[in-house]
């Protein structure tokens, strides 16, 4: 028996229980495929336990103060890869995600990738603007906010084109039913304030949504 084939029909039953009418149908009416292809009963699939799918956190090397677009994208990756991310504050705010063992994995090595692309274009935008005698103020938070909302972007337009998309980004029941039980002492506001630099925003728009996601996870 294919374990993951199990995991994957028991994600499209979970999605067929979506508020979204045209979700759940999809849903539904894929998870009956893989049913009927792999001669599975619907008894065998919902009494099926995952086992070694360990739930837990990861605390990133990724921390921050000002720089709170970092604490945005980690949040959009989060979503998007079925887990939840949260802090550690002392000083600095130290970014921990939380869930299945090979999300998490994930989510530290995309929110990695995605700092350096955003820094690097960053680091080349500041020194051009230098050179021009331009003050660089806010062209980072600028440049990240459209990095970030057009890798958001992306990944709707992932999860809507394929139904696939959409069970690998959803959320597990029992990662939320966890992540419940974590008593937290209040909450970091993560709202990036925009400075106006319309062109600088768009460039990072652009950038964000050809963000290369499974090039980085397979290297």
């Not at 599975?40 to 739930?55: C, P």
């Not at 020194?127 to 990240?144: P, Q």
């Not at 993560?190 to 050809?210: A, L, Q, R, S």
């Amino acid at each position: 028996m294919n374990n993951k084939i199990i995991e994957k029909i028991q994600k499209l039953l979970s999605l067929s229980e979506s508020s979204n009418e045209n979700e759940a149908k999809l849903a539904m009416i894929k998870a009956q495929e893989l049913l009927i292809k792999y001669k599975l009963s619907l008894k065998e699939v919902t009494n099926y336990s995952v086992k070694n799918s360990i739930i837990e956190e990861k605390v990133s090397r990724v921390s921050f103060t000002k720089a709170r677009w970092k604490g945005y994208l980690a949040k959009i990756i989060a979503d998007n890869f079925g887990c939840y991310n949260y802090y550690k504050r002392r000083r600095t705010n130290t970014i921990i995600f939380f869930g299945k063992e090979e999300d998490i994995i994930i989510c530290d090595i995309v929110l990695n990738y995605a700092i350096d692309a955003i820094n690097s274009i960053v680091k080349r935008l500041k020194y051009e603007y230098s050179k021009k005698k331009i003050s660089t103020k806010g062209i980072e938070n600028d440049y990240a906010l459209g990095f970030i909302d057009g890798l958001q972007e992306s990944f709707e337009i992932q999860k809507k084109s394929n139904i696939k998309w959409a069970i690998v980004l959803a959320k597990d029941k029992e990662v939320t039913k966890e992540h419940n039980r974590i008593k937290f002492n209040g909450k970091i506001s993560m709202k990036v304030k925009y400075n106006g630099y319309n062109h600088i925003y768009f460039k990072g728009h652009e950038d964000g949504k050809k963000f290369s996601i499974t090039d980085k996870i397979s290297n």
